[in-house]
Antibody, heavy 117, light 109 residues
Framework: QVQLQESGPGLVKPSGTLSLTCAVSGVSISNGYWWSWVRQPPGKGLEWIGEIDHSGSASYNPSLKSRVIMSVDKSKNQFSLRLTSVTAADTAVYYC??????????WGQGTLVTVSS | EIVLTQSPGTLSLSPGERAALSCRTSQSITSTYLAWYQQKPGQAPRLLIYGASTRATGIPDRFSGSGSGTDFTLTISRLEPEDFAVYYCQQYDSSPRYTFGQGTKLEIK
């Protein structure tokens, strides 16, 4: 059974860096899948942030590309998100997920990150 | 970037009724690239339909998807109390890889 769990600070200061990790269980992160981050501001819709595969190849949403770095740690079966120069507009629930062929078929429960001083 | 427009924004229906939710794309897309999700308050989205019409694992057969080109529909044949939620369509493209519609809230009348 595939499970994903996000973790990281729930509060980040403006201009700081948001860092989150997604721990994967039930499947090896090296199994040929791509892995995504998606966010949802409070009361709003879903925004895809980017994706990464087990080799570290990544693709980012052009709207966030200049501020996003994703990485993978195969030894820990997890992948990570860093978002730099955050503002209040980056306050959101951040989800990690496993990509299916053309969708996201497994999702973590999500973690709320608030940007505030 | 392909834009997805969902309608209506809110749909008020009673249990037992039929629901039809629309998703229109700004450009024609391959049906394979269209998915639907259900999201309940405080929960992550759940994949319902992929490839425009294929139910994901464990999804009841009262959920069905249809459409092609730029017009897609999610139909719930007979609403159960647990079906009241927000529904999102999503498409797959080169960049950005995934884009979502703004959502349709299905509420109890």
């Amino acid at each position: 059974q595939v499970q994903l769990q996000e973790s990281g600070p729930g509060l980040v200061k403006p201009s700081g860096t948001l860092s989150l990790t997604c721990a994967v269980s039930g499947v090896s992160i090296s199994n040929g899948y791509w892995w995504s981050w998606v966010r949802q501001p409070p009361g709003k819709g879903l925004e895809w942030i980017g994706e990464i595969d087990h080799s570290g190849s990544a693709s980012y949403n052009p709207s966030l590309k200049s501020r996003v770095i994703m990485s993978v740690d195969k030894s820990k079966n997890q992948f990570s998100l860093r978002l730099t120069s955050v503002t209040a507009a980056d306050t959101a629930v951040y989800y990690c997920g496993r990509n299916g062929d053309y969708d996201v078929d497994y999702w973590g429960q999500g973690t709320l990150v608030t940007v505030s001083s | 970037e392909i834009v997805l427009t969902q309608s209506p924004g809110t749909l008020s229906l009673s249990p037992g009724e039929r629901a039809a939710l629309s998703c229109r794309t700004s450009q024609s897309i391959t049906s394979t690239y269209l998915a639907w999700y259900q999201q309940k308050p405080g929960q992550a989205p759940r994949l319902l339909i992929y490839g425009a019409s294929t139910r994901a694992t464990g999804i009841p057969d009262r959920f069905s998807g249809s459409g092609s080109g730029t017009d897609f529909t999610l139909t719930i044949s007979r609403l159960e109390p647990e079906d009241f939620a927000v529904y999102y369509c999503q498409q797959y493209d080169s960049s950005p890889r995934y884009t979502f519609g703004q959502g349709t809230k299905l509420e109890i009348k």
